[in-house]
Each structure stands twice: as C-alpha cells, then as structure tokens.
Nanobody, 117 residues
Framework: QVQLVESGGGLAQPGGSLRLSCAASGFTFRRYAMSWARQAPGKGLEWVAAIYSDGSDIAYADSVKGRFTISRDNTKNRLYLQMNSLKPEDTALYHC??????????WGQGTQVTVSS
C-alpha cells in the first residue's frame, strides 16, 4: 500500500533552517506530482509547495515563497523541503502528500516543526 514517511522535523530558532525528507513507497513515485502541506494547532491543512512528477513545474504558497525550496529525487523515491529563514508562524505538523493540490490522494503522518527561541 502507499506509504509516505516524513522525517527531519525538530526545534529551530527563528531565522534558522531545517530540511524535511519524505520516503515514498507503494506506488510509482516518478509518475506523480507531490506536495508538502502543514497543519498548525487549531487550524486546517495548508498547502505549502508542490512539484510536478518530473520536477518541471514548482509552486509555493505566498507564505513560504522565497524561503522554502521543494525538490525530489525520483531515483530514490524521495521528496524534500528545504526551509530557511524560519518564522514562529511556520510551526506546524508537516505532511508529505501525493498530488499537486488538495484534495490529496494520500499523505503521511507528518513531522513536527517548531520554531521558537
């Protein structure tokens, strides 16, 4: 079955960086667009970034544009999110998701990112 397992979250200071990784299995990864989405406490699921199956098109939410970079390695079935210049409002549970936008086909359990001094 489809499995999406995120890692790389943790505690970062404002202005700091983290790199999230997602290991995908159970489907042909290279054929699907993928996204990152996040959910802050008490809020709904927010789409963050998306990348086409071959990496030819990338999109970001305005809230992260210029600070976050999405990428993928189709040889390793991996999706990444490089997060720089982190802000307290980036604190959330970050999910890897199959699809370019909501509603997603599948998503993982998530990795927690906390930005605090």
């Amino acid at each position: 079955q489809v499995q999406l397992v995120e890692s790389g979250g943790g505690l970062a200071q404002p202005g700091g960086s983290l790199r999230l990784s997602c290991a995908a299995s159970g489907f042909t990864f290279r054929r699907y667009a993928m996204s990152w989405a996040r959910q802050a406490p008490g809020k709904g699921l927010e789409w963050v970034a998306a990348i086409y199956s071959d990496g030819s098109d990338i999109a970001y939410a305005d809230s992260v544009k210029g600070r976050f970079t999405i990428s993928r390695d189709n040889t390793k079935n991996r999706l990444y999110l490089q997060m720089n210049s982190l802000k307290p409002e980036d604190t959330a549970l970050y999910h890897c998701a199959r699809g370019y936008s909501k509603p997603f086909l599948d998503w993982g359990q998530g990795t927690q990112v906390t930005v605090s001094s």
